[in-house]
């Protein structure tokens, strides 16, 4: 799971064995067996180390843990009042001589290879770094980081006493050419890409198999330049050394990304990593994998998901109850940027919306800053089956289709202490009614404020039953998300009035200057309204369905329960010599089942429950368990551990996640 800064800190703080006591700024001393034993999150570790970096007592411990420069990095740029993601150049304090002093033994000790690739992905804060360094100035007993500075650099060779030392140090590592006067590094990613490029997969994968993360992440090419109809033995071999290795994210990524490339024709969507979640789209010329291909990786990473959770320590299940519109969420991914919500949706989820007799209100409410006008604008774009535009609703046009969408007027401003709300209904038959297939709701700053600049910002959706002008009730409310980050335009969802489904967007569009209004956005609406329907469509990523199927297959002892096949329970039952991954997938596939039930047996009994809906009954009959839901319910009082889906997906971390850097 991808937490914010501050939730991977308090992550990090709960997996400690006792508390540790850091003040940053302080220079407080920490003994060594207070901290745990590893860190496995990158931004977490730079957020606990960069205040032990200044106390002479405390600096020892930062070489333990920090085993990248890319770790350096970060910790240099918190400890400088930066962010530890580097997404933006930091600007970096001073170092103190004895700082320094350990910061280049230590990167000193880091393989050269690594440590040049390292820093040529963040060439300009290296740059930086460089210059509260001073790699030069010790050249003779740093060579290798002063080697790495001058390819980072591209520093001229000369006949002086610093070209000896470079040149010397450059004849220990064969990745190192010397062109001309400067000094380059053949990276191992150079080597990939050149193995790749000549079409020679036993040289790729016997490469990428050095990285796990890296072999799973180029899987799909690998497997599609072998040509094999078949999953080739080297590729193969290589799967199953890497596999054990690889953290969860990759795992899942190439999980995800076999299940959709046997069939031709879709549009790729990106989501670039970034504070606010963007997103853009391609077409994809890639050719189909052949299905044995795609479908023998896809076993040998589901059968190793199903091993790791098998070994993990923790409760085993006697009974597992599990829901099948699972299906309709996928794994969360690019979490760092979503918006916090009243409902954790992953993107790209599918969700019902209100059932007839029921509109759809939209609300945004905000707050401006004290001395700023601030106007925000609630609005609807609506187009055709072909994605065409053919209308809207909004400030300009406050009714459309003699009230099918109906907006409540235009505001703006929103001076404290009230502030400014802004509805707007949707009765989604009389708009399918009139030729309306997707309706792409849109809150857009007009006066071109950033909604990070506000102190209160949030929208949603409820739905309204009855006299629409009824008074405000919270518990007809299905999503409240916030406005946040440096961004003038958001697109929470697409809805699909054919399917009566809403699938989960929460993506930014880039704005340009000026006010802004739904109208002159329709074509980008369109174009990502389209891109992001495609992409999100059944089978194109790993789900919590594939999750809850693997974890019960794997921990559960007894029965496994399957709601939403029906009026009654599917049951399975492991046969004694069935491999639990064969198991698994008898259960994920809808296979006929064991056995039908009217309802679950839990008294008693350990319980794993995998809900859409917090409603089970018998829950509260369990006399211990874990229970993950995606809207609340009565199992929340139940005598289960609530976990989120992001927990579910952490379960496949490898045993030692240090093992899974690459």
Same mark, same amino acid.
């Given at each position: 799971?991808?937490m914010?800064?501050?939730?991977?800190?308090?992550?990090?703080?709960?997996?400690?064995?006792q508390?540790?006591?850091?003040?940053?700024?302080?220079?407080?001393?920490?003994?060594?067996?207070?901290?745990p034993a590893?860190i496995p999150l990158?931004?977490?570790?730079?957020l606990?180390?960069?205040?032990?970096?200044?106390?002479a007592?405390?600096?020892?411990?930062?070489?333990?843990?920090?085993?990248?420069?890319?770790?350096?990095?970060?910790l240099?740029?918190?400890r400088?009042?930066?962010?530890?993601?580097l997404?933006?150049p930091?600007?970096?304090?001073?170092l103190?001589?004895?700082?320094?002093?350990?910061?280049?033994v230590?990167?000193?000790r880091?393989?050269?290879a690594r440590?040049?690739?390292?820093?040529?992905?963040?060439?300009?804060a290296?740059?930086?770094?460089g210059e509260?360094?001073?790699?030069?100035?010790?050249?003779?007993?740093?060579?290798?980081?002063?080697?790495?500075?001058a390819?980072?650099r591209g520093?001229?060779?000369?006949?002086?006493?610093? @070209?000896?030392?470079?040149?010397?140090?450059a004849?220990r590592?064969?990745c190192?050419?010397?062109?001309g006067?400067?000094l380059?590094?053949v990276?191992?990613?150079?080597?990939?890409e050149d193995a790749?490029?000549?079409w020679?997969t036993?040289?790729?994968?016997?490469l990428?198999?050095?990285?796990?993360?890296e072999?799973?992440?180029?899987l799909?090419?690998l497997?599609?330049?072998?040509?094999s109809?078949?999953?080739?033995?080297?590729v193969?071999?290589?799967?199953?050394?890497?596999?054990?290795?690889?953290?969860?994210?990759?795992?899942?990524?190439a999980?995800?990304q076999l299940?959709?490339?046997?069939?031709?024709?879709r549009?790729?969507?990106?989501?670039?990593?970034?504070?606010?979640t963007?997103?853009?789209?391609?077409?994809?010329?890639?050719?189909?994998?052949p299905?044995?291909v795609a479908?023998?990786?896809?076993?040998?990473?589901?059968a190793e998901?199903?091993?790791?959770?098998t070994?993990?320590d923790?409760?085993?299940?006697?009974?597992?109850?599990?829901?099948?519109?699972?299906?309709?969420l996928?794994v969360?991914?690019a979490?760092?940027?979503?918006?916090?919500?009243?409902?954790?949706?992953?993107?790209?989820?599918?969700?019902p919306?209100?059932?007839?007799?029921?509109t759809?209100?939209?609300?945004l409410?905000?707050?401006q800053p004290?001395?700023t006008?601030?106007?925000?604008?609630?609005?609807?774009?609506?187009?055709?089956?072909?994605?065409?535009?053919?209308?809207?609703?909004?400030?300009?046009?406050?009714?459309?289709?003699?009230g099918?969408?109906?907006?409540?007027?235009?505001?703006?401003?929103?001076?404290?202490?009230?502030?400014?709300?802004?509805?707007?209904?949707?009765?989604?038959?009389?708009?399918?009614?009139?030729?309306?297939?997707?309706?792409?709701?849109?809150?857009?700053?007009?006066?071109?404020?950033?909604f990070d600049?506000?102190?209160?910002a949030?929208a949603g959706f409820?739905?309204?039953?009855?006299?629409?002008?009824?008074?405000y009730d919270?518990?007809?409310?299905?999503?409240r998300?916030d406005?946040?980050?440096?961004a003038?335009?958001r697109?929470?969802m697409?809805?699909?009035l054919?399917?009566r489904?809403?699938?989960?967007?929460?993506?930014?569009?880039?704005?340009?200057?000026?006010?802004?209004?739904?109208?002159?956005?329709?074509?980008q609406? @369109?174009?990502?309204?389209?891109?992001l329907?495609d992409a999100?469509?059944p @089978?194109?990523?790993?789900?919590?369905?594939?999750?809850?199927?693997?974890?019960a297959?794997a921990?559960t002892?007894?029965?496994?329960f399957?709601?939403g096949r029906?009026?009654?329970?599917?049951?399975?039952?492991r046969?004694?010599?069935?491999?639990?991954?064969?198991?698994?997938l008898?259960?994920r596939?809808?296979?006929?089942?064991?056995?039908l039930?009217?309802e679950?047996e839990?008294?008693?009994?350990?319980?794993?429950l995998?809900?859409?809906?917090?409603?089970l009954p018998?829950?509260?009959t369990a006399?211990?368990?874990?229970?993950?839901?995606?809207?609340?319910g009565?199992?929340d009082?139940?005598?289960?551990?609530?976990?989120?889906?992001?927990?579910?997906?952490a379960?496949l971390?490898?045993?030692?996640?240090?093992?899974?850097?690459?």
């Amino acid at each position: 799971m991808v937490m914010s800064t501050t939730d991977d800190l308090a992550g990090l703080l709960l997996r400690r064995r006792q508390s540790v006591d850091v003040a940053e700024g302080t220079g407080r001393t920490v003994a060594a067996d207070r901290l745990p034993a590893e860190i496995p999150l990158r931004e977490s570790k730079a957020l606990a180390l960069a205040p032990l970096l200044d106390d002479a007592g405390t600096r020892p411990l930062v070489a333990r843990y920090a085993d990248t420069a890319t770790d350096v990095l970060r910790l240099l740029a918190v400890r400088s009042g930066g962010d530890p993601d580097l997404l933006e150049p930091p600007r970096l304090r001073g170092l103190t001589r004895p700082v320094r002093r350990e910061l280049l033994v230590l990167l000193d000790r880091l393989d050269f290879a690594r440590l040049a690739e390292d820093m040529a992905r963040h060439p300009r804060a290296w740059k930086r770094v460089g210059e509260i360094l001073h790699p030069f100035e010790g050249a003779h007993r740093h060579a290798r980081v002063a080697l790495a500075f001058a390819v980072l650099r591209g520093t001229r060779l000369d006949d002086t006493r610093l @070209g000896g030392i470079l040149l010397a140090e450059a004849g220990r590592h064969a990745c190192v050419r010397l062109v001309g006067d400067r000094l380059r590094v053949v990276t191992w990613q150079s080597r990939v890409e050149d193995a790749l490029g000549r079409w020679d997969t036993t040289a790729a994968a016997r490469l990428l198999g050095e990285r796990p993360g890296e072999l799973l992440r180029r899987l799909d090419l690998l497997l599609a330049r072998s040509g094999s109809a078949t999953l080739p033995e080297p590729v193969a071999e290589a799967l199953a050394r890497a596999l054990p290795h690889t953290a969860s994210g990759p795992l899942l990524g190439a999980y995800g990304q076999l299940m959709i490339r046997t069939a031709p024709g879709r549009r790729r969507v990106f989501f670039p990593r970034g504070r606010v979640t963007k997103a853009y789209a391609v077409d994809d010329h890639r050719p189909p994998l052949p299905s044995r291909v795609a479908g023998r990786a896809g076993e040998l990473i589901a059968a190793e998901a199903v091993r790791r959770l098998t070994e993990r320590d923790g409760e085993r299940y006697d009974v597992a109850v599990l829901d099948a519109s699972l299906a309709d969420l996928p794994v969360p991914f690019a979490e760092r940027a979503s918006a916090a919500s009243l409902v954790a949706v992953p993107r790209g989820s599918s969700l019902p919306m209100p059932a007839d007799g029921e509109t759809v209100r939209l609300f945004l409410h905000w707050l401006q800053p004290r001395s700023t006008r601030v106007d925000l604008d609630l609005s609807v774009a609506l187009y055709d089956d072909l994605w065409r535009f053919i209308g809207l609703c909004d400030y300009t046009h406050l009714e459309y289709a003699g009230g099918a969408a109906r907006h409540s007027g235009d505001l703006t401003s929103a001076p404290a202490p009230h502030g400014a709300t802004e509805y707007l209904d949707l009765d989604l038959p009389r708009l399918a009614a009139t030729g309306v297939r997707f309706v792409v709701p849109a809150v857009l700053s007009y006066n071109d404020v950033a909604f990070d600049e506000l102190p209160d910002a949030f929208a949603g959706f409820m739905a309204v039953r009855g006299d629409k002008r009824a008074r405000y009730d919270p518990r007809t409310i299905r999503q409240r998300f916030d406005l946040a980050g440096d961004a003038r335009l958001r697109v929470p969802m697409v809805v699909d009035l054919r399917t009566r489904r809403a699938w989960w967007a929460d993506v930014t569009l880039a704005t340009s200057e000026g006010n802004h209004d739904v109208w002159r956005y329709r074509r980008q609406l @369109g174009h990502i309204g389209h891109d992001l329907l495609d992409a999100f469509q059944p @089978g194109g990523r790993a789900t919590l369905w594939d999750l809850a199927c693997w974890t019960a297959a794997a921990r559960t002892d007894g029965d496994v329960f399957v709601r939403g096949r029906g009026h009654v329970l599917w049951g399975y039952r492991r046969a004694d010599d069935e491999p639990r991954a064969d198991f698994a997938l008898r259960v994920r596939d809808a296979w006929e089942p064991d056995a039908l039930r009217a309802e679950p047996e839990l008294t008693g009994r350990r319980a794993l429950l995998a809900l859409l809906h917090g409603e089970l009954p018998e829950a509260a009959t369990a006399a211990s368990g874990t229970v993950y839901r995606l809207y609340p319910g009565p199992v929340d009082a139940a005598p289960l551990e609530r976990v989120t889906a992001g927990d579910l997906a952490a379960w496949l971390e490898p045993a030692s996640s240090r093992t899974a850097a690459g």
